[in-house]
């Protein structure tokens, strides 16, 4: 079958897992979305006040903010990331400091999101020194023309002094907090944004094998989603060519937080999309490997404060076990947060500053 994006099926490779498919599998967007906006293109009104949106397509946490950030735009008139001609009345961007800078150029107010954990410190000035200038960390702030936000749960210390001007939201929760009654498998939700090369290739070879094939084995079928990296996975993973029930896909060309609705175990990499996933509806969540210095930041921080299982040996019965004591749903451990801490509306909010912005520009 092809990628998302083609919207057509074609025979799969003998030596590749099937890929999702956008004719029959419900977490695929119905229309192919804008560039750089994900899904973000089927919410708000077909009428109001253009505003484009944009998004790093190859960041999961980037194209999970915009989405959700997206479904409560209200009588706002969502457009893709090239569709500045007329200009809109103001844009959400998130993470790409270049296009925020090219649309205020044009003159176009924008409120801009970092929708990642930043690294903060040496590990910052680490990964600087091996990413490409347009990706560097050092670089991610927003320019001060911009409304700055900054994804972060109430809950999750500072990593750092926020950049001037820059707010915190909250935590960014998808708008459907259910889950499915009859939900089944497996979801891994990976992220290799920012990761080095040797340092994704190592997991993708020594351990994401081992870890789909038990997933398959214990629960089914298994639903891996990445931001990039997919040439390296579906290599990785040749050796599974012909087990039932394994789907890759790209984050950008799908719905994670409707595959994660369906799905009976779910298994991410520790960024703050899925850790925000997990705690709206309430759901276990066990992490995979920290990859990268940004992962590995945040996953420390979180050793601190919440105690979630870890993904790392595929032979744990307890890791597939996808309900609580008696049979009841299993919850994780986010009833252990303080609940006035617990503040799921950071969506919402970015949602209502860019409506203001819309409507009322500064």
């Given at each position: 079958m092809a990628l998302l994006s083609s919207g057509r099926q074609a025979p799969a490779a003998p030596d590749r897992p099937a890929p999702l498919d956008p004719d029959t599998d419900p977490a695929t967007p119905t229309r192919r979305a804008p560039a750089g906006s994900g899904s973000a293109a089927a919410h708000g009104s077909?009428?109001?006040?253009?505003?484009?949106?944009?998004?790093?397509?190859?960041?999961?946490?980037?194209?999970?903010?915009?989405?959700?950030?997206?479904?409560?735009?209200?009588?706002?008139?969502?457009?893709?990331?090239?569709?500045?001609d007329p200009p809109p009345v103001a844009a959400l961007v998130c993470d790409d400091v270049a296009r925020t800078e090219h649309l205020l150029g044009l003159g176009v107010p924008v409120v801009h999101l970092i929708s990642g954990h930043p690294v903060g410190g040496p590990a910052t000035e680490r990964l600087a020194a091996s990413t490409p200038a347009a990706d560097n960390p050092e670089?991610?702030?927003?320019?001060?023309?911009?409304?700055?936000?900054?994804?972060?749960?109430?809950?999750?210390?500072?990593?750092?002094?926020?950049?001037?001007?820059?707010?915190?939201?909250?935590?960014?929760?998808?708008?459907?907090?259910?889950?499915?009654?009859?939900?089944?498998?497996t979801l891994l939700l990976l992220s290799l944004w920012r990761v080095p090369a040797a340092e994704a290739e190592a997991f993708a070879e020594a351990s994401l094998p081992?870890?789909?094939?038990?997933?398959?084995?214990?629960?089914?079928?298994?639903?891996?989603?990445?931001?990039?990296?997919?040439?390296?996975?579906?290599?990785?993973?040749?050796?599974l060519t012909g087990r039932p029930g394994l789907r890759l896909g790209l984050a950008a060309e799908?719905?994670?937080?409707?595959?994660?609705?369906?799905?009976?175990?779910?298994?991410?990499?520790?960024?703050?999309?899925?850790?925000?996933?997990?705690?709206?509806?309430?759901?276990?969540?066990?992490?995979?490997?920290?990859?990268?210095?940004?992962?590995?930041?945040l996953a420390g921080q979180l050793a601190g404060v919440l105690p979630l299982p870890s993904a790392e040996d595929p032979a744990d019965p307890g890791l597939w076990a996808q309900s609580g004591a008696g049979g009841a749903p299993a919850a994780g451990p986010w009833h252990l947060l303080d609940p006035a801490l617990d503040d799921l509306r950071g969506a919402q909010r970015v949602a209502r500053t860019l409506r203001q912005l819309a409507l009322a520009p500064l």
């Open positions: 077909p009428h109001g006040p253009r505003v484009l949106l944009s998004a790093r397509p190859d960041q999961l946490d980037s194209t999970l903010a915009l989405r959700r950030v997206a479904a409560h735009l209200g009588d706002l008139r969502p457009v893709g990331a090239e569709d500045v670089t991610d702030a927003p320019p001060e023309r911009a409304l700055g936000r900054v994804h972060r749960p109430g809950w999750l210390p500072a990593a750092g002094p926020a950049a001037r001007g820059v707010r915190p939201t909250g935590v960014l929760a998808p708008q459907r907090t259910g889950r499915s009654r009859s939900r089944s498998g081992a870890l789909v094939a038990a997933a398959l084995h214990r629960t089914g079928s298994c639903t891996v989603v990445a931001d990039t990296g997919l040439d390296l996975l579906r290599s990785a993973l040749g050796g799908t719905d994670p937080d409707a595959l994660q609705a369906e799905a009976g175990v779910f298994l991410a990499s520790p960024v703050l999309g899925a850790l925000a996933l997990a705690q709206a509806r309430r759901a276990p969540l066990a992490l995979l490997p920290a990859l990268g210095p940004a992962q590995r930041a």
